[in-house]
């Protein structure tokens, strides 16, 4: 898993905080403070593994932030398989948000107010709670319970970490400690360590050029912060992960979110836990990762021009990575295709399944883990609305 997921999930943990802040003009409920994390294990059905550090350091209730990530990870995910170091710097002063890749000396600078209406409607295509104006007037647990509720998770009360007493609740199949905020410590349900804390230094003085570019860096204005869109169609590049298509294009299913999650709402295989549903460039797609952590799939819709490149043998999901027609099954009165993902490197083989269905331009793509067998993608395939 590569540090681009790591940060989207690091996205929805911290998304509490926003819901917090409408309370409050700050951040965080501290002035300062400098925290060291090691985030480590694997997401989402990587069977490989990722190491993360990260510090923060955050001054002036959080107007002032900086975070270093440190990551090196082995991805094997969905039969693919890659090696990466990632260096990366994010700093917030005031109005101005900058995004660094330490390694590449490059980064980005928008504003603040472009980031936080980006974050929010990135949470909405996730599925999250976006009417934050009902949290308004409520205490800061009050406010946090209600949005726990709203979005499926569960309040289990007070916890004390690191010597901190925390807000203790599980939401998008993660358990959190917050303090002040601040996400301490964040788990999968099965109680692998995700995301942990190891110091925390309370009301510290931070030097000033903490929250300042490194010299030597090359930054890119944009104007519209930073792009959530591009950020998640990374994710299947340089991770390795599976892109949408031939040089990273796209198939619009021609469906909305709300259809999506109508056609998915039925799959509940026994032992996996919902992760979440998104919408990016047309397209939208569901993950489920089994409650010990061990296997994982997901369930994509595009346009139906991917079932015929299927079908066809011309289905490159990226470069090198290919997709090689194997069976055709009926499924639920449908024809489904049965295909493995084969690589031009070491990657691991895995299997999925496509339907389409004819009666509009849309594909269902399920796409499994090289764990899964032929028979379990047919039966997810059965529990699709189509």
Known sequence: MNSKRIFFIIMLLAFGFTVAAQNSTNKYLIKSAIITFKNNGAFLGNTGGTSQDETLWFDDYGKKETRLRIEDSEVKLLGMKKTEHLETLEIRNGDHYWHIDLVAKTGTHSSMADMDKNMQGFAKSTGLEGNFEKYKG????????????????????????LGKECMDYTILGTR?????????????????????????????????????????????????????????????????????????????????????????????PIGYNFMGAMEEGGEQNATW???????????????????????????????????????????????????????????????????????????????????????????VAKSLVL
């Open 176 to 268: 959190q400690y917050m303090y002040k905020r601040i996400v301490l410590k964040a788990f999968l349900t099965d109680g692998r360590v995700t995301i942990e804390a190891t110091s925390f230094k309370e009301n510290v003085a931070i030097p000033a050029d903490k929250f300042k570019v490194p010299a030597g860096i090359t930054i890119e204005e944009q104007p519209n912060g930073f792009d959530m869109g591009a950020l998640m169609q990374g994710m299947g590049e340089e991770g390795g992960e599976a892109s949408s298509g031939e040089d990273g294009e796209t198939f619009p299913s021609g469906i909305s979110l709300t259809e999506f999650k109508a056609i998915i709402k039925n799959v509940k």
């Open 289 to 379: 990762m089994k409650s010990d952590n061990s296997d994982a799939f997901a369930i994509v819709a595009q346009g139906a021009k991917v079932y015929d490149k299927c079908k066809n043998g011309e289905w490159e999901m990226e470069p090198g990575v290919n997709v090689e027609k194997i069976d055709e099954v009926m499924v639920n009165g449908k024809k489904a295709l049965v295909f493995r993902v084969i690589h031009d490197d070491e990657g691991v083989p895995s299997l999925g399944i496509i339907l389409q269905k004819k009666s509009s331009d849309l594909s269902i793509f399920i796409a499994g883990s090289p764990n899964s067998t032929k028979e379990f993608l047919i039966s």
């Open 138 to 161: 409520k205490s800061e647990e009050e406010a946090m319970k209600m949005f726990i509720k709203d979005n499926g998770g569960t309040y289990h009360g007070k916890v004390n970490f």
